[in-house]
């Protein structure tokens, strides 16, 4: 019974990411930090636990397959508005980054992000002002990345859609998608 009363006081964190390995040592990591974690890994599979048992906190992969971790951000929104969302990508961009806090994330985080940093981007009320903003421009190479994916996600995320909005060939914009973004 007593173990019973501990699992309903530990806040619950539904963790979203298709990558199993990732999933098993964050949940790990997060139990030990206090959270009661459900796994899921994909936007279907989270959206039946969500509705289940609606999450205080919740860690959401930006690619997962089939549907963007955007979508899911909606969802979780609907279902409770006091949902504290981090979204983690390995493809970090502006235009997600601000897609996501529009939908209602409370932060974004780029891959790799350990617990702790996890954790504090969960708890954390406003922005960082011990990050010390960029002093040189942002390069061409990466601003064409921001582009593409800001295009992208004006279209849904239809690869078909926004190549022909950026005037390019479907598998052009598939080869470019498939590289990791440039980094600063």
Not at 53 to 68: G, I, M, N, W
Not at 115 to 121: H, Q, S
Request: overall charge positive.
């Amino acid at each position: 019974m007593q173990l019973e009363t501990e699992k309903q006081s530990c806040p619950s964190l539904l963790l979203v990411d298709d990558d199993k390995t990732f999933c098993r040592v964050m949940a790990r990591a997060l139990v030990k930090r206090g959270f009661r974690v459900v796994q899921a890994r994909d936007v279907d599979s989270a959206m039946m636990l969500a509705e289940a048992d609606p999450p205080d906190y919740a860690v959401v992969d930006l690619k997962l397959p089939v549907h963007s971790g955007l979508e899911l951000i909606k969802h979780l929104k609907k279902l409770d508005g006091n949902t504290r969302i981090v979204m983690l990508t390995g493809f970090a961009s502006i235009a997600t980054a601000v897609g996501a806090i529009r939908l209602g994330a409370t932060h974004y985080l780029a891959k790799p992000a350990d617990a702790d940093e996890i954790v504090a981007a969960l708890h954390r009320e406003a922005g960082d002002a011990d990050v010390p903003p960029l002093s040189l421009p942002i390069s061409v190479d990466r601003l064409k990345w921001e582009h593409i994916q800001t295009v992208l996600a004006d279209n849904g995320n239809n690869i078909s859609a926004a190549a022909r909005s950026l005037n390019m060939h479907r598998r052009t914009l598939q080869r470019k998608l498939s590289k990791h973004p440039v980094r600063e």
